[in-house]
């Protein structure tokens, strides 16, 4: 497991923008973010691998992108046309699969998007 540092989030208006950073302490072959709002389960938000394959929720298709930069173990969370759905904790995730959250977690980071 890797220790992750989580920078970013914040309060935005609807149809603003946020950036997420997560730094990790060693190298993992998928990095991505999950997000849990209140009274709801934890879901998957988006993953990349090393190589660069990338998974998203539908939900965030199109309003999200993904990056990471391997040379400093950081992965990135462009969010843009934030709604307020979106709001939530948001935690980074470092593991081996796309789509299974690892076994690393950050401590997670609150997104609020209210006008």
């Known amino acids: 497991q890797v220790q992750l540092v989580e920078s970013g989030g914040g309060l935005v208006q609807p149809g603003g923008s946020l950036r997420l950073s997560c730094a990790a302490s060693?190298?993992?072959?998928?990095m991505g973010w999950y997000r849990q709002a209140p009274g709801k389960q934890r879901e998957l938000v988006a993953t990349?691998?090393?190589?660069?394959?990338?998974k998203f929720a539908d939900s965030v298709k199109g309003r999200f992108t993904i990056s990471r930069d391997n040379a400093k173990n950081t992965v990135y969370l462009q969010m843009n046309s934030l709604k307020s759905e979106d709001t939530a904790v948001y935690y980074c995730?470092?593991?081996?699969?796309?789509?299974?959250?690892?076994?690393?977690w950050g401590q997670g980071t609150q997104v609020t998007v209210s006008s």
């Open positions: 995730n470092a593991g081996e699969n796309l789509i299974i959250p690892g076994g690393s």
């Open positions: 060693g190298s993992t072959y998928v």
């Open positions: 990349i691998s090393r190589g660069g394959i990338r």
